[in-house]
């Protein structure tokens, strides 16, 4: 039997009740024909570049230049995060979208922010803490009253809670009930009104069967086996059909509402995943990594209902009150949207960025799109991207993860490291510390954790004192919490090497033996 090519594309809503979204794969010669999008000399497609003219104001060398920009901010922030610890405070592309701003608590580590050619910000705050009063809001979430969502804006270094307007007293009693210090966040008002995109449409060709209806949405991006989109489109269990009206595949995972909106449906032998997003004319766009960019990044999404369109990045981590409940870790944009681009990719350039939610406006007047993040959902799920091979964070993972141990007790020893990490002394982050007694352990960097493009990392550990011997993990954080991807362990010191994808990473360094001062080297992509 002929294999369906899945090609990342975005469709439209029909549904009985509930509302939902599902996609366009396309088939050899029975849907309007593709063509591979014409890269220019930069590597990006010419009709990535023309949605940014459009949308952005950018002739193709701007739009260039900003892409290739952001994929350096993003290398950059990701090494000063783990350099500076706990005391990173965040980054951010100013309005100019070249200029890189990394915020510090601490005065001495500026001068490492401006060797890596990046304009240093202090405050008083440090990411984390400002994560961790989210995180009380995300607690009492179910009290939002009055309240449409919170973020953390690293640029102001405050969190925001967005109020509907004259609700500012509720968001400031929802604050004090989570205890969340004053001073520590700030009130801003909306009239958006955030909501899944699905659109209600009969006779439309149906993909997934929801509440007795039928619904479409669409594919965000094609994983090893089936492929990303929103989990609002569709509970476990549920089954797919492509628009041919031919079994396509069943939903593996969902989550919505709640720690995020995502899922994955695995797809049965007739279809086969594809890098490439439809740009619904004509074009396929490559897909070739998952390089998180940074805020104030552009971004564009493609959407059956309203193509592609591009805009900027505006915050991370923010928690959205939909009617159907919160749902923590959305990406704030000003890109518009409309009914039935649900589930549809978003790209930076070429790489894969994130799956549609929902939002409020339309592309006609204008308004705000939020998208979960695909990272997430990989490293959730163990699923690998789809990518043509020829970009930055191509890799989507792929690397088998044994159950996390307790960060106290020694972990099960992993596979060896795939080459030595090198000299402990070029390592480009030193941390110390100090383990009390045996089977005891220590997060590093400082008691924290760090964000990693995908790719290489390396580390060395030494244990200073005499007849101690300790152990060296890495761990990636996912929705199910850290999750050990590396370990090097055995007597002597500590070498490790590991390629994985991008994401929030912490080391644990883990006394099996004795106690005393240890060093540990580490360097991310």
Known sequence: MQRRRIAVAAAVVVAGGAAVAFTLPSMAGTTPSTKAAQPRASGYSAQILAAMQRDLGLDGDQATARLQRSKWASRVSAKLSAQTGTGFGGAWLATDGSTLKIA???????????????????????????????????????????????????????????????????????????????????????????????????????????????????????????????????????????????????????????????????????????????????????????????????????????????????????????????????????????????????????????????GSGDCTVGGETFFQPVNEILAAENLTLVTTGGGEGNGGGGTAEPSEPPASEPPAEQPPAEQPAGDCADQAVQRTGQLPRARTAQAQPEGGSFRANAGRQTACLTATAEGAD????????????????????????????????????????????????????????
């Not at 690293?154 to 604050?175: C, D, F, I, M, Y």
């Not at 004090?176 to 060709?205: E, H, I, N, W």
């Not at 002597?492 to 090497?497: A, R």
């Open 104 to 358: 510090v608590t601490d005065p001495d580590a500026q001068q490492a922010v401006r060797a890596a050619g990046a304009v240093p910000v202090l405050v008083e705050r440090s990411e984390q803490s400002l994560v961790k009063a989210k995180e009380k809001l995300d607690s009492v979430r179910s009290e939002a009253s009055g309240v449409t969502g919170w973020y953390v804006d690293v640029a102001t270094n405050k969190l925001v809670v967005v109020a509907k307007p004259g609700e500012q007293a509720s968001a400031k009693r929802l604050a004090r009930t989570a205890g969340v210090a004053a001073g520590t966040y700030s009130v801003v008002t909306s009239t958006a009104s955030p909501k899944p995109l699905f659109d209600v449409r009969g006779a439309d060709p149906y993909f997934i069967r929801v509440d007795g209806g039928t619904a479409r949405c669409s594919i965000g991006f094609s994983v090893e086996g089936g492929f990303v989109t929103a989990g609002h489109c569709g509970g476990v269990g549920s089954t797919t059909s492509g628009f041919n009206q031919q079994a396509q595949g069943t939903v593996r995972a969902s989550t919505f509402p709640g720690n995020a909106d995502m899922g994955f449906v695995e797809v049965n032998g007739n279809w086969t995943p594809r890098p490439v997003v439809n740009d619904f004319a004509g074009n396929e766009l490559p897909v070739a990594g998952n390089t998180e960019a940074p805020v104030g990044a552009a971004v564009c999404r493609s959407g059956s209902t309203t193509g592609t369109r591009c805009g900027t990045i505006l915050a991370k981590n923010q928690t959205v009150v939909y009617p159907e409940g919160a749902v923590t870790g959305l990406t704030r944009t000003n890109v518009c949207a409309e009914g039935g681009d649900s589930g549809g990719p978003w790209l930076s350039g070429d790489q894969a960025q994130g799956m549609t939610s929902g």
């Open 470 to 525: 300790f152990d060296l993990v890495l761990q990636r954080l996912t929705s199910r919490g850290f999750r050990t991807v590396a370990s090097a362990t055995g007597e002597g010191d500590k070498e490790l090497t590991f390629n994985g994808r991008a994401g929030t990473y912490r080391y644990v360094v883990v006394a099996s033996a004795g106690s005393g001062a240890y060093t540990l080297g580490f360097t991310t992509p």
